[in-house]
């Protein structure tokens, strides 16, 4: 999935500052538990080499025709419980943004009790990258 991306020195500076605001409130009161943390990533883009219609073709196969014209369609995967995962979710659409593009988005809930704060920067690259992998896309490197 191609498209504007932003620079990966942003992406360890906001990872940063997260984690620094989340320690900064457990810090100052004591008698504070974080019960989760969630992470929603939005991205828009176009693919190599291949139609986003066909693409999103193959998670929506069933569209009703007694509705009128089909506009287009988009998928919502959920899941549940994994390891420190609680559940997450895919999104796949029609980018607004990008002309004949592809909008992906990416949420997340960790369970508080089995993740570390200063893990979290690492944990979300990582299930960004897994979860595009698993609807078959991938960010450039």
């Known amino acids: 999935m191609n498209g504007s991306q932003m620079p990966q020195e942003y992406v360890h ?29 939005g991205l828009h883009g176009s693919l190599e080499g291949g139609s986003v219609k066909k693409y999103i073709s193959n998670f929506v196969k069933n569209v009703p025709e007694g509705l009128g014209p089909s506009a287009g369609n988009g998928a919502v995967m959920y899941f549940g419980p994994v390891g420190e995962r609680l559940l997450c979710s895919v999104i796949i659409d029609r980018s607004t943004i990008v002309p004949d593009g592809l909008f992906c988005r990416t949420y997340v809930v960790w369970d508080a009790t089995k993740v570390e704060i200063e893990a979290l920067p690492e944990l979300a690259n990582r299930f960004v990258r897994e979860a595009l992998s698993q609807v078959g896309l991938e960010l450039p490197s």
């Open 13 to 41: 500076k906001y990872g940063a500052a997260i984690v620094d605001a989340l320690l900064s409130v457990r810090n100052y009161n004591q008698n504070l538990k974080y019960r989760g943390y969630t992470l929603n990533v």
